[in-house]
Nanobody
Framework: VQLAESGGRSVEAGNSLTLSCTVSGNAFRYTMGWFRQVPGKEREFVAFIRWGDGRLNYADSVKGRFSISKDNAKRTVYLQMNTLKSEDSAVYYC????????????????WGQGTRVTVSS
């Protein structure tokens, strides 16, 4: 399984941005997660979605502002980010877990290389 994120860039606070994660290989039995990390801090859970039944979950810090979705035909998972804040600035990572859904990075088996989001206020 290989994951490739895209879409990160610099935006002003209050704006929106959509990240994409394209999946190569047989990942349809996996749970797909988005995490983010800033220098000096641990990788933080953002959201996950299950390929099979679409069950999803969000971190409290992004609930109501971010939306995770998937397109099976395009083998792509999206993270729609609205009303961005400066504290959303981070490198965002896409990950795949063989489990049913987790907020813990250690439960994810595959990771992308990350895409940087910078939100200026």
């Amino acid at each position: 399984v290989q994951l490739a994120e895209s879409g990160g860039r610099s935006v002003e606070a209050g704006n929106s941005l959509t990240l994409s994660c394209t999946v190569s290989g047989n990942a349809f039995r996996y749970t797909m997660g988005w995490f983010r990390q800033v220098p000096g801090k641990e990788r933080e859970f953002v959201a996950f979605i299950r390929w099979g039944d679409g069950r999803l979950n969000y971190a409290d810090s992004v609930k109501g502002r971010f939306s995770i979705s998937k397109d099976n035909a395009k083998r792509t998972v999206y993270l729609q980010m609205n009303t961005l804040k400066s504290e959303d600035s981070a490198v965002y990572y896409c990950a795949a877990s063989a489990g049913d859904g987790s907020k813990w990075p250690a439960d994810y088996n595959y990771w992308g290389q990350g895409t940087r989001v910078t939100v200026s206020s």
